[in-house]
């Protein structure tokens, strides 16, 4: 029997960061390498989803999420962003951060356009990309500064490109994007009429006292910006899967379809249980970032007692590392043996990178979002190599 498989899941597989989740189960490690923030539920968030279980709140909400969830999103977004969204017309609550870039591509972009991606990316967008057959365009950042390379962004813009991802706090890099940086692209845009897709999911996750700025929140971004952010990080829920979009009006709508047509709608319950903890003091965020920023550090210096070279990050809960001292020689080698050495999962730094290009090679990205003890074990692990 010949089985018909659709031609855009030629370029489909699964990531390095599920496929290292497994083996590092398998051995019983310390998963440095996906995302999960397996934190503690702040007790607000989870008691607002056990009483809305108990209440029978189980049915569909509206497509663009529950009214009073989106109430509140807007009032965040005008208090911490800086920017105005109508929670009827603008917003949406979406299945993840995911769902809202997803629900965002397919409403903007057609097969055959280009996006830019600045590497180091998040292989999720890539893949979404992808899947709904756009082509990616690749430009660059420095690790070293954290700094844009504007003339690679300029060189990755051609007569199909229709827009720019963003993501700051950057996943993997953990660089945060300055004003200086988003008005240049919001420039760059302008002249180039793109939309910029800004994932700002790690918002609050910010070190060394920088600010976050969103790029909707610059003199005349707003209309070219479409705004993505999500609770999965800030309250360590990444499996509720509760995220949100805010963009204009006219792209909103046609997005929201499409968050309906995916997946009808954001878990109810859950839903409830992100409303619940949107009413959460100023200190329960500020506290977040100390105690973030403690575990970068510990981290960082970690891996440099294990003479890697830490590209220190500005936000996020992710390093990226440079192994060319300890000899391995390509990521893939150095995931495997750290596993094997330390039972670690790392994820590769070719993952984050265009395919075949070679770039990442020599790197690996952690992620710190872990209890204190297994973080403190893995550090030990990593001091020993």
């Known amino acids: 029997m010949t089985r018909h498989i659709a031609a855009r899941m030629g370029a489909l597989v699964q990531s390095d960061i599920r496929r290292l989740t497994i083996e590092c189960d398998r051995v019983g490690g310390i998963n440095l390498g996906q995302g999960i923030c397996d934190?503690?539920?702040p007790p607000l968030v989870a008691q607002g989803a056990i009483e809305a279980i108990r209440n029978r709140n189980a049915t569909y909400t509206h497509a663009r999420g529950l009214a009073d969830l989106r109430r509140a999103l807007a009032e965040k977004l005008r208090v911490f962003n800086g920017v105005n969204y109508d929670p009827e017309t603008e917003l949406?609550?979406?299945?993840?951060?995911?769902?809202?870039?997803?629900?965002?591509?397919?409403?903007?972009?057609?097969?055959?356009?280009?996006?830019?991606?600045?590497?180091?990316?998040?292989?999720?967008?890539?893949?979404?990309?992808?899947?709904?057959?756009?082509?990616?365009?690749?430009a660059r950042m420095s690790l070293k500064t954290m700094t844009l390379d504007r003339a690679s962004i300029e060189q990755a813009i051609s007569l199909r490109t229709k827009g720019i991802v963003v993501c700051t706090p950057g996943n993997p890099s953990g660089?945060?994007?300055?004003?200086?940086?988003?008005?240049?692209?919001?420039?760059?845009?302008?002249?180039?009429?793109?939309?910029?897709?800004?994932?700002?999911?790690?918002?609050?996750?910010?070190?060394?006292?920088?600010?976050?700025?969103?790029?909707?929140?610059?003199?005349?971004?707003?209309?070219r910006t479409v705004t993505i952010g999500g609770?999965?990080?800030?309250?360590?829920?990444?499996?509720?899967?509760?995220?949100?979009?805010?963009?204009?009006?006219?792209?909103?709508?046609?997005?929201?379809?499409?968050?309906?047509?995916?997946?009808?709608?954001?878990p109810h319950p859950l839903q409830r249980g992100v409303l619940a903890g949107l009413s959460s003091p100023p200190?329960?965020?500020?506290?977040?970032?100390?105690?973030?920023q403690k575990a970068r550090d510990s981290i960082c210096d970690a891996l440099e007692a294990a003479r890697f070279a830490v590209y220190r990050p500005q936000?996020?809960?992710?390093?990226?590392?440079?192994?060319?001292?300890?000899?391995?020689?390509?990521?893939?080698?150095?995931?495997?043996e750290l596993l094997k050495r330390a039972r670690i999962a790392a994820i590769p730094g070719g993952a984050f990178y265009e395919p075949g290009s070679g770039r990442g090679r020599n790197q690996l990205r952690f992620c710190f979002a872990k209890e204190p003890d297994v973080l403190a074990e893995a550090c030990r692990r990593l001091r020993a190599l």
């Open 39 to 41: 934190l503690p539920t």
């Open 283 to 292: 200190e329960y965020y500020a506290q977040m970032c100390r105690d973030y």
């Open 315 to 336: 936000g996020s809960y992710y390093v990226i590392a440079d192994f060319s001292a300890l000899g391995w020689p390509d990521d893939q080698t150095a995931s495997a």
């Open 231 to 266: 609770y999965s990080k800030t309250f360590s829920i990444t499996g509720w899967r509760i995220g949100y979009l805010a963009a204009p009006a006219d792209i909103l709508a046609r997005a929201a379809v499409c968050s309906d047509l995916l997946y009808v709608c954001a």
């Open 92 to 138: 949406c609550v979406t299945v993840g951060s995911s769902g809202a870039f997803a629900s965002a591509v397919f409403a903007t972009l057609d097969p055959g356009d280009e996006v830019v991606l600045i590497e180091p990316f998040y292989g999720y967008h890539l893949n979404t990309l992808l899947l709904a057959g756009i082509r990616p365009r690749y």
């Open 175 to 223: 660089m945060v994007y300055g004003r200086d940086d988003l008005a240049w692209l919001g420039e760059l845009a302008a002249h180039h009429d793109l939309l910029l897709y800004t994932d700002e999911i790690y918002e609050y996750i910010v070190y060394d006292g920088r600010a976050h700025i969103s790029a909707a929140s610059l003199p005349g971004l707003r209309e």
